[in-house]
């Protein structure tokens, strides 16, 4: 081997190193969140695979002691948009039997241990609660998925969604009463107020 | 506070963003408002059901040994 081969090895092995211990560990949420996105595992498999790629290539740019999940997210969100926006489905417009098939094939894989102690939400079947989400519009949904499954603080989400922090507050606010009253609507037909079995 | 001003904050406090003054306010409000209280807990069930009931998977295997790969390079 070469000395200068041996040398940038051995700086692109300390870069390697380094973005396995800080970017690797995110593939599970990054994936998932593509497959929110593009309602497609093939896509979001590609969309992953990019955001890595690009990632990697970037790695120098990522600011050391700053959440790498959320820059990681922002790369695959401005992928998602270059890439599919053109394609995907309109705000409002809610294909519920796409929701549903796509439900199906990805449930199987997992499932929860705990629950909300509440009859309320006991009564509600997790596709519901994924229609519910599913059908609120897109600039709702998107805070609320990036805020309460990934656990991104507003600063985080601000700057992945380029809006004041005011406004992601605000989108939080509404997108959550929207959904309440989605959510109350599935119990209400499976009889909340009555006694609902598990 | 009234109870609307409550509700608008009961969002981002569940979070944990409110301001320090805003905390405050909000609680002190809770503490008088039953109705409140319970919206309250309506609100952090709200999240929680988000957070466990969709479900979550796993990035494929072959997904996730190509990433691994890609950092690889030299090794």
Redo the contacts between chains.
Sequence with gaps: MKENKKEL?AR??IK?QE??KEA?PH??A???YA?HLTMN?DDA?DL??ET??KA?KFFDSFERGTNCKAWLFKILKNNYINKFRKNAREPGKVDYDLIKDF?HT??D????T???E?D??HS?L?EE??QA?QSLPEEFREV?QL???EGF??EEIANMVESPIGTV?SR??RG?KL??AK?EEYARKHGYNTDTEE | MNCNKATVLMSAAIDGELTEKEAEELSGHLADCPECRSEFQEAKNTKIIIRERIVRVKAPRNLVESIVRLTNVTG
Excluded: G, W
């Excluded at chain 1, 894989?109 to 929860?112: C, F, H, L, M």
């Design positions: 090895s692109e092995q390697q973005f396995q690797v593939i599970n990054l994936y998932n497959l595992p498999e992953v695979q890595y790629l990697y439900y990805i449930k894989v997992q499932s929860d705990t629950e909300a509440s309320f939400f509600l997790h609660v994924y989400l609320i805020c309460d499954m603080t507003y507050r939080l606010y959550r959904l309440r959510l």
